[in-house]
Structure formats: structure tokens, C-alpha cells
């Protein structure tokens, strides 16, 4: 599922997630802000990140909170997506209804720290390889309900999208080859490829196969599988099935995957991989530290 990066289509898809964090935080009301903060209160003020070095993703997500706490809300844009700030930089003003932007605060602050999180990760996995021609893709490994805005991150930050669900890629895994092996122990990786792209001839779902091991790989290039993953192998393995590829046929994509960080990113990048998947870009970030400071 390609993620479009427009601004309708990133509120539109945000907006039930939006919807369900606000209940889950707000719940019958915010007690706080109903018995000390008057009804008629006005409040101006600042979303700073507090970090150096920051890519901004999730600032539409941020008006959107506001919106629905309440659509008097005016939130002012500073800094657009996909822009390194230092800082003490103001990302957003807002201004309005101070019961509502003190009940929005926490919610909006929590999808922007993270969101910024994965923007700021995955631009740094990207700038370790940019010698190389290897892309950086995420996977599922993503927060419930959370997958499209984490995604959509991933982009920002200058990676690439893997499948977005199960149901627009068909990815062979050993859990696969496990059961149907249960049932016939010969059934060998390169039947199981042949079988999906049997059945997925009238169409165009891309067909990827992991493998472990340079045995299983020469069986599956044969059968010209779209991608291979190459599991947990290690770079001077990647080095050997990168060489035959390319004497077998250079249109098979090669994906790297397992355990790699952005310590030892570029060693597999410069085995001449196309892609290198990381779920450490979703599933591990470190929120971004940003606040709302009142002016």
C-alpha cells in the first residue's frame, strides 16, 4: 500500500487514531482543567523540541489533536515536515481555549515525540549508507493502530516503505516452510516460491522469499522470486549471494535483515544489497523530547 504524503491524506488516516488516543486520555473529562481553569481562558503557546538534530514528522497529527479537542483552537505550523531543527526550536504555536489546549497537550506531544522519533532514526540509518545504492525499509514490527503514522515517518525521514500489511506483498517466511513441512518433510523452499507464483500469475503482488542460507538461495533465483530476503546472514555471506545474483539476474532484489543497527549498518550496505529492513526504526525508538511552554 504506497503511503501518499499529502497533508489530506495524512489527517484523514490519522484522524480515528487520533480519535481513540483523546478517549483513552480524556475519558468522561479533564477534572484538572474543568475545576481551576476558567471557562472564558485564553492561552498562547510554543511545542519546542528539546534535542539537537531533529527531523519534524507529525505536525498535521498535532493540529488534528487540537481540532478535535476543540476547533477554536488556531495552531500555527513553524517548522514543516521533514526539516532538521536544533534545539529550543518552535515547531508549532498555539493559541485558543485554554481548557481545550491543556487537555490536547499530552496527547499531541506524545504523537509528535514519537513520530519525530522515527523521522530522526531512520534519517540517520539513511546518511550512514548514502555511499551506497542500498535503501532503508521498515516492517510491521509497528505500534497497533499506529502503523500508517509510523510508516508515513519512515518516509519523512528518507527511508522506504516495506509491504504495509499482509495483504498487498507475499513474504515466505521459515514459519511458512515449518508447517507445510509438517506435512511433507521434503517440501523444499523453491516449491513453496513456484506454488505462490502459480497461483499470483494474473496479477501484480510482488512475490518475497527469505532465506538463511546460500544452499536455499541458489534454489530460490532459479524460480526468480521479486525480492529474497537474506535473514541473519553475515556480511561475507550477503558478499557471496550479492556475487550470485548478479551472475544468475541482476532484477532480483536482495534485502538484508536481522539484527542490524546503525553501528554496523553501512558493513552490509556495502555488500551491494538493494535494501536493508530494520525494525529497530519502529519497534526501539527513543521518543524526541519536546514540550509545551506557555508564553
Do not use: W
Not at 518516509?155 to 506435512?183: C, E, M, P, Y
Not at 552490509?268 to 529497530?280: E, K, L, M, N, T
Amino acid at each position: 500500500m504506497p503511503l501518499n504524503k499529502d497533508k489530506k491524506s495524512i489527517i484523514g488516516e490519522a484522524a480515528m487514531a487520533v480519535t481513540n488516543a483523546l478517549a483513552e486520555d480524556i475519558g468522561s473529562g479533564d477534572i484538572t482543567s474543568e475545576i481551576l481553569i476558567p471557562a472564558d481562558a485564553v492561552l498562547k503557546a510554543d511545542i519546542v523540541v528539546k534535542e539537537d538534530d531533529i527531523v519534524v514528522c507529525g505536525t498535521d497529527v498535532v493540529a488534528e489533536v487540537f481540532r478535535q479537542v476543540d476547533a477554536s483552537i488556531k495552531v500555527r505550523v513553524r517548522v514543516k515536515d521533514g526539516q532538521k531543527v536544533k534545539k529550543d526550536t518552535v515547531i508549532c504555536t498555539v493559541n485558543g481555549p485554554a481548557r481545550g489546549i491543556l487537555t490536547a497537550e499530552r496527547t499531541a506531544l506524545n504523537f509528535l515525540a514519537r513520530l519525530c522519533a522515527i523521522a530522526t532514526k531512520t534519517s540517520r540509518m539513511v546518511d550512514k549508507i548514502r555511499p551506497y545504492k542500498a535503501k532503508i525499509l521498515d516492517t510491521r514490527k509497528t505500534t497497533p493502530g499506529m502503523r500508517f503514522l509510523e510508516k508515513y515517518a519512515v518516509k519523512t525521514g528518507g527511508g522506504v516503505n516495506h509491504r504495509f500489511g499482509l495483504f498487498d506483498q507475499v513474504l515466505i517466511k521459515d514459519n511458512h516452510l515449518g508447517l507445510l513441512r509438517s506435512a511433507k518433510p521434503d517440501y523444499s523452499i523453491d516449491t513453496a516460491l513456484s506454488e505462490a507464483r502459480k497461483r499470483l500469475k494474473d496479477t501484480k503482488i510482488k512475490i518475497e522469499v527469505e532465506v538463511e542460507n546460500l544452499d536455499d538461495f541458489k534454489k530460490v533465483l532459479a524460480v526468480r522470486p521479486d525480492v529474497v530476503m537474506l535473514d541473519n546472514m553475515s556480511p561475507a555471506m550477503m558478499k557471496k549471494a550479492v556475487a550470485v545474483r548478479d551472475a544468475c539476474n541482476k532484477k532480483i532484489k536482495l534485502e538484508a535483515s536481522g539484527n542490524i543497527t546503525e553501528e554496523n549498518i553501512a558493513q552490509f550496505a556495502r555488500c551491494g544489497v538493494d535494501y536493508i529492513s530494520s525494525g529497530s526504526l519502529t519497534h526501539s525508538v527513543k521518543a524526541i523530547d519536546v514540550s509545551l511552554v506557555v508564553q
